[in-house]
């Protein structure tokens, strides 16, 4: 991919349980709304965004830094949503 755009972001678990199933779930729910590979590394490796299982498998629970990672041609917004949906708490716990 020649023309590929890449965004990343380091961002704080800031929600009380972290990321746990229900706010995998909406993580996940928000990446496949978008084209770009979103690659999301905590505390045990790295995850596929679009998928809750992997994403749970982090191991990131409150205070936990992730880094972000997106590629494609909406790799920008992808991750200006993803990390806005970490940075307000999944809409709460």
Not at 5 to 19: F, P, S, T
Not at 46 to 62: D, F, I, M, Q
Not at 67 to 87: S, V
Request: charged share 20%; glycine share 10%.
């Amino acid at each position: 991919m020649d023309n590929e755009n890449i965004a990343e972001a380091l961002v704080e678990l800031g929600n009380r349980h972290g990321l746990h199933v229900r706010t995998a779930s909406i993580m996940a729910k928000v990446a496949l709304q978008f084209i770009s590979t979103i690659t999301v590394s905590g505390p045990k490796g790295s995850a596929n965004a679009r998928s809750a299982v992997a994403l749970v498998s982090l191991g990131a629970s409150r205070g936990s830094q992730l880094r972000i990672r997106a590629a494609g041609p909406d790799a920008h917004d992808a991750l200006t949503a993803i990390r806005t949906l970490i940075n307000e708490g999944f809409g709460g716990d």
